[in-house]
């Protein structure tokens, strides 16, 4: 019964003629009281930059929930009406992508259990024939990063992939490393 | 209040006496239906594919979420990619169709397709291009729709030209339309190239070949309809996409 999907292609490198949008990084429009700013840079197994690669971030709102009818709870009403919980940035020529957003709230799951907050995001680029999955967790929260399911499932020497740098008032830095001795924990969807 | 009349929205839910979360799972592609990461035929994949074991990441709310970007960012020039400037474009005028459904069969409403491709001559419109065949000064090449409640879309676009590329010796893209596409959750976001029947360089194109399973492979290419052509004016490809599917929960089969 079960149909044969379509398959992933890469991106190539011509997405930036559609994928990215003037607004795509703006999570939250800028000067949100609250927002975050995530930068990163993206880089290969040579350590050079990736300059033709999108980032795109999907998170939770601050309370930790989702205006999707597959979170039941849906959003608290009124709370956060301009906050899209998309976020997409192309790499720049240095391989540099920047987030605006809002610190998601821990999400429940299961039976009362948590996970720490957390944005899920998706790697695309030329070279790449399908997306690389992997998360953003946030370093002010070492309790729930070390309850975290997921975390927990990865070998404790490269949880620290996943977890965000503090680069000031908030500002936050996320590299992603397709391969070497720091490369990025990547998941299995 | 029944634990049906919750699920009327979606199929998460909160058990109401324990407070439970239950929420829909997605199947795992099978192997072969997507390509590998690392691919030697395509040779910028080579330091672009994770070399560590992927981490399991089981679907909860953040996976079984996802945009749902609404008619705010489209016009209705967007599936029109003739219409975008004061003169038509060279080249086939092609009406591409379909629709957009899961492994379970069923529809995908609401969801952006966003679609980029190159001009008849085979030249895509972006600065790092340097493809030498004309620009179309009446042809950007880009094109967003929603899908209908039934899942369907539908662009009016020109038939793309084939381009030389530096892989290998003498390589050369079928034409292709890319698609992308974001499904009604995180699990289901895809990006694909849509190809035509009969393109003789589909037996030379290492992005194409890369995806093992054969079923799997011939869904990127979009069917002719002659049905669907339209006399005097353009002529019309089937491209169906089917993204993945939910499976059924436990939960759903202890209460079907």
């Known amino acids: 019964m079960s149909e044969s999907l379509t398959p992933s292609q890469t991106v190539g490198p011509y997405f930036a003629m559609r994928l990215p949008w003037p607004d795509g990084p703006f999570v939250v429009p800028e000067g949100t009281p609250g927002a975050i700013t995530i930068i990163g840079r993206l880089y290969d197994g040579a350590g050079n930059v990736i300059p033709d690669g999108l980032i795109e971030t999907w998170q939770a709102d601050p309370d930790g929930r989702f205006a999707h009818p597959d979170d039941p709870r849906g959003p608290v009403p009124g709370g956060y009406d301009a906050f899209r919980a998309f976020g997409r940035s192309a790499t720049g020529l240095d391989g540099s992508f920047k987030i605006v957003t809002l610190k998601p709230g821990p999400l429940p799951f299961g039976d009362g259990q948590v996970e720490a907050p957390h944005i899920d995001v998706s790697v695309l680029a030329r070279g790449m024939l399908d997306r690389s999955v992997t998360r953003i967790y946030f370093p002010d929260e070492a309790e729930l990063n070390e309850a975290d399911p997921v975390l927990r499932a990865v070998p404790a020497e490269r949880r620290a992939t996943l977890i965000a740098v503090p680069g000031g008032e908030g500002l936050l830095r996320f590299d992603v490393r397709m391969q070497g001795e720091q490369e990025t924990v990547f998941f299995d969807l | ?256």
Request: charged share 20%; net charge negative; no cysteine.
């Open chain 2, 1 to 256: 209040m029944t634990v049906s009349e919750q699920r009327s929205t979606g199929e998460g839910l909160v058990v109401p006496e324990s407070g439970k979360l239950v929420l829909p799972e997605y199947a795992k592609p099978r192997p072969g239906n997507h390509p590998p990461l690392d691919y030697s035929g395509y040779k910028s994949t080579a330091l672009r594919h994770p070399t560590q074991p992927l981490v399991l990441l089981p679907h909860r709310l953040t996976e079984v979420t996802g945009p749902l970007l609404g008619d705010t960012l489209i016009t209705m020039q967007d599936a029109d990619l003739t219409t975008q400037h004061a003169g038509e474009p060279q080249g086939q005028r092609i009406i591409v169709f379909g629709q957009v459904r899961d492994s379970g069969g069923r529809p995908v409403p609401d969801t952006l397709i966003e679609i980029w491709q190159t001009n008849a001559a085979g030249r895509y419109r972006h600065a790092r291009e340097h493809h030498p065949a004309p620009l179309d000064p009446n042809f950007d090449g880009i094109g967003r729709a929603i899908t209908d409640a039934g899942g369907r879309y539908r662009f009016i676009t020109i038939q793309p030209g084939s381009y030389p590329w530096g892989n290998h010796y003498n390589a050369w893209r079928p034409a292709h339309i890319h698609f992308s596409l974001f499904g009604r959750a995180f699990t289901q976001r895809l990006v694909t190239q849509m190809y035509f029947p009969g393109d003789p360089l589909l037996a030379y194109d290492p992005i194409y070949q890369s995806v093992p399973d054969d079923k799997a492979r011939v869904r990127m290419v979009a069917e002719f309809s002659m049905e669907d052509t339209q006399p005097e004016w353009a002529l019309a490809y089937k491209f169906d996409i089917v993204l993945r599917g939910r499976e059924a929960s436990v939960f759903e089969e202890a209460h079907a």
